[in-house]
């Protein structure tokens, strides 16, 4: 996977709630074949780091889910302000079924 970028607001927004790790974690939302997966950020450590990749990021760890793939844009970490407050967003990250895969098997 190539480069994971944070912007500036995200780091400083994760830092400052005392975090120094994001789990990116895709969410699989209905479908019957092939489900729509969505990256999710999550503060802190991932329960089980053996299913996760390990990036280093501005002094965060950026733990990203073996099944992600990254699409044809930047894979950024941002903060956004949304209708209900601030939050953390995931962009450019795909599950690897999303990319027309999902009759193969992948190891990885």
Do not use: N, W
């Amino acid at each position: 996977m190539r480069e994971i970028k944070i912007s500036s607001s995200a780091r400083e927004y994760i830092l400052s709630r005392g975090y120094r790790a994001v789990t990116v974690e895709l969410e699989g939302l209905g479908g019957c074949c092939c489900p729509l997966f969505l990256p999710r950020p999550v503060l802190g450590f991932p329960d089980s780091p053996e299913h996760y990749r390990i990036f280093e990021v501005g002094g965060i760890q950026v733990f990203v889910d073996k099944m992600a793939a990254p699409g044809p844009g930047e894979v950024e970490i941002a903060l956004v302000q949304g209708e209900q407050g601030v939050y953390i967003e995931v962009r450019g990250l795909y599950h690897l079924a999303e990319k027309g895969m999902c009759e193969r098997q992948f190891i990885i």
